[in-house]
T-cell receptor, first 113, second 111 residues
Framework: KAGVTQTPRYLIKTRGQQVTLSCSPI?????VSWYQQTPGQGLQFLFE???????NKGNFPGRFSGRQFSNSRSEMNVSTLELGDSALYLC????????????FGQGTRLTVV | KNQVEQSPQSLIILEGKNCTLQ??????????LRWYKQDTGRGPVSLTI?????NTKSNGRYTATLDADTKQSSLHITASQLSDSASYIC??????????FGRGTSLIVHP
């Protein structure tokens, strides 16, 4: 069974640009959640999608958005990039909304210069 | 405000020794508590998951305990191995299953 796949693995963008990250969940998993990990703040919850609907959202500005498709694949978008957006962005999938069985991908390392 | 505090921040032990990591939380209402292991450059991997009614859960050499009254959890690693070197993250989910993460404990196991 394939794990959670995130693409791309590494990305370098300049301030002001926008970026789209992709996450393919484990087959059969309908819940996808996104997280930001930085050395200063640790892991922080961005948002969670279940059956194409955003169910929960963390405390991040509106520049961070996401969506989920009918095949459960998810994308997150960050607009008007800032230097502080440099981080490891992790995606996790779960068969249920309660996330008790969340499986993480390898993450996308975003560097904003 | 929901918070998860982990201690120690970092720990160095010799191979074969045991160690215990601590997690205190103020998340309310409580849904579940999870311990994850994260190797450098990789995504976190789940070690244990505990709900309110569970006070201990084992996964091989890893044993987690939960005291819901004092809102404390611990992760005990027995007979440590070099491959145990990693960051260990405590995650507590509250209402609506929104997770709150601890900053993690960085464990280094020396031969």
């Amino acid at each position: 069974k394939a794990g959670v796949t995130q693409t791309p693995r590494y990305l370098i963008k300049t301030r002001g640009q926008q970026v789209t990250l992709s996450c393919s969940p484990i087959s059969g998993h309908r819940s996808v959640s996104w997280y930001q990990q930085t050395p200063g703040q640790g892991l922080q919850f961005l948002f969670e999608y279940f059956s194409e609907t955003q169910r929960n959202k963390g405390n991040f500005p509106g520049r961070f958005s996401g969506r989920q498709f009918s095949n459960s694949r998810s994308e997150m978008n960050v607009s008007t990039l800032e230097l502080g957006d440099s981080a490891l962005y992790l995606c996790a999938s779960s068969p249920r909304q309660d996330n008790t069985e969340a499986f993480f991908g390898q993450g996308t390392r975003l560097t904003v210069v | 405000k929901n918070q998860v505090e982990q201690s120690p921040q970092s720990l160095i032990i010799l191979e074969g020794k045991n160690c215990t990591l601590q997690c205190n939380y103020t998340v309310s209402p409580f849904s579940n508590l999870r311990w994850y292991k994260q190797d450098t450059g990789r995504g976190p991997v789940s070690l244990t998951i505990m709900t309110f009614s569970e006070n201990t859960k084992s996964n091989g050499r890893y044993t987690a305990t939960l005291d819901a009254d004092t809102k404390q959890s611990s992760l005990h690693i027995t007979a440590s191995q070099l491959s145990d070197s990693a960051s260990y993250i405590c995650v507590v989910s509250g209402g609506s299953y929104i997770p709150t993460f601890g900053r993690g404990t960085s464990l280094i196991v020396h031969p």
